[in-house]
Every structure is written in structure tokens, then in C-alpha cells.
């Protein structure tokens, strides 16, 4: 069974940085990888970002692009999502999640953190 556990959110304003981390237990490299979706009010969940296990690819949305960054480590079982330039469009809770590709969510998600981008 695998059990994911976020950290790192919190209230920060426009143009500043955020870094989320998801600790992992359990048979996680049976997947895809690893990766992270968020949930705004009254709206879907969405894909942020992901990587590969094997060959370490990684994939974002368009709308973070160029903010938002992705990384791993194998050995501690430990994902971090490092958001740069945030906007008020960033705030949602966001979660961690094993993937079973690199845009698709496998069912084992974490609790989620806020993240709340103010003007």
C-alpha cells in the first residue's frame, strides 16, 4: 500500500516561491512515477507536473512552465515541487500522487497542502 505525505505549503505573495515535498512509503516503484495535482475552489483537479522513475522525464502543465520544478530522490522516496513566481491563479491545495503515466494519476494520493498566492 503506498502512503504519501505533503509539506510545504502556505501563504506567500505574487512573484514569490513556494516548495512543496511529498514523502512516499511503499511499493511506488512499481509505477510510472511520481507527480503533483492541484484543486482551486469550485474547480477540477489538475495536473501540475510528473517524472518518470526510469529516465527521470519530467512533464508540467503550460501554465506553470518555466515556474514550477520537479524533482526526486529515489533513495529517500521524497518529491519536491519548487514554485517560483507565483500567482493568485497558483492558490489551490495541491497533492502528490503516484502516476501511472506522465500525464495520469495512478489512485494514491496524498492528504494535499494549501497554497495561497494574495495580490
Known amino acids: 500500500q503506498v502512503q504519501l505525505v505533503e509539506s510545504g505549503g502556505g501563504l506567500v505573495q505574487a512573484g514569490g516561491s513556494l516548495r512543496l515535498s511529498c514523502a512516499a512509503s511503499?511499493?511506488?516503484?512499481?509505477?510510472?512515477?511520481m507527480g503533483w495535482f492541484r484543486q482551486a475552489p469550485g474547480k477540477e483537479r489538475e495536473f501540475v507536473a510528473a517524472f518518470s522513475w526510469i529516465g527521470g522525464r519530467t512533464s508540467y502543465a503550460d501554465s506553470v512552465k518555466g515556474r514550477f520544478t520537479i524533482s526526486r530522490d529515489n533513495a529517500k522516496k521524497t518529491m519536491t515541487l519548487q514554485m517560483n513566481s507565483l500567482k493568485p491563479e497558483d492558490t489551490a491545495v495541491y497533492y502528490c500522487?503516484?502516476?501511472?503515466?506522465?500525464?495520469?494519476?495512478?489512485?494514491?494520493w496524498g492528504q494535499g497542502t494549501q497554497v495561497t498566492v494574495s495580490l
Open positions: 511503499g511499493r511506488i516503484f512499481l509505477y510510472y512515477g
Open positions: 500522487v503516484v502516476m501511472r503515466s506522465d500525464s495520469q494519476p495512478q489512485g494514491s
